[in-house]
């Protein structure tokens, strides 16, 4: 079985407005709403979508987007995150959705670009490599701002926040998506042993990663082809980039 969680919750204050960050519109739809379309066109049979700065107006989005298109609203839950204290923590507010069955994806409602062929592409990578997690990576030619993938000899080593990253490390290309295929046991446990020794004193769900891998499971990056497709939107600029590039895929 293959699930699907979406991050929604941030108010997104780099946009400059009072509406939340995933319910601004791309091409007449809310960020979030392609999210969700591409969860489900990767095969996701449920989905859960993580809410936190105005979640009513986010759930409110998306119904209002599916009823505008004439289609039947997917089998979507939401569960709150009350306070924003990092990806981990986010993900952790779905455990009890996650369970311990088959494999979820982990998206973000703000990277509306990102097609259904090629989360299907790397939920395939990831079951024919029987990995306990695979990360969705991209290769930029400017990677500030990005975590980073750090490889070793025996593969995916771990993701370094461009915070907590070294000079050496922050002149690696290769970088993290947001966007994951974990399997849900791993994952539960992995999320209980996650802590928040950073600089930002959050939980990073990238921390996951290493913990998995010193579980004894096979842990691995895919790159996507298309690196636009990983570009999330933070600013009113971003989001017109976004609709451009959308709109140029006709």
Do not use: W
């Not at 990767?42 to 859960?48: L, N, S, Y």
């Not at 921390?207 to 999330?232: C, F, H, Q, S, W």
Request: hydrophobic letters at 40%; proline letters at 4%.
């Amino acid at each position: 079985m293959l699930k699907a969680v979406i991050l929604a919750a941030g108010k997104g204050t780099r946009m400059k407005s009072d509406k939340p960050k995933v319910a601004h519109f791309v091409m007449g739809r809310p960020m979030v709403y392609y999210s969700i379309e591409a969860a489900k066109q990767a095969g996701a049979q449920e989905i859960c979508v993580i809410v936190g700065y105005q979640a009513g107006m986010v759930k409110e989005a998306v119904s209002e987007a599916y009823h505008d298109a004439g289609e039947c609203l997917p089998s979507v839950s939401y569960v709150l995150q009350e306070e924003q204290l990092g990806t981990g923590h986010a993900v952790k507010c779905a455990a009890e959705f996650i369970g311990t069955e088959g494999n979820i994806m982990i998206l973000c409602g703000d990277t509306p670009l990102v097609t259904g062929q090629t989360l299907k592409k790397a939920v395939a990578a990831h079951e024919q490599r029987k990995n306990g997690v695979t990360v969705i990576s991209a290769i930029l030619q400017e990677p500030f701002g990005y975590g980073r993938i750090i490889r070793s000899a025996a593969g995916l080593q771990k993701i370094v926040e461009e915070k907590d990253a070294s000079k050496q490390e922050k002149l690696v290309h290769e970088v993290n998506s947001g966007m994951y295929i974990f399997r849900c046991d791993a994952l539960s446990e992995a999320l209980f042993r996650i802590s928040n020794h950073n600089a930002q004193g959050e939980y990073y769900l990238p921390d996951t990663i290493e913990i998995i891998r010193n579980m004894g499971l096979p842990v691995d990056a895919v790159p996507l082809e298309d690196a636009d497709e990983i570009k999330g939107v933070n600013t009113p600029e971003q989001l017109a980039e976004a609709e451009n590039i959308m709109r140029q895929r006709g």
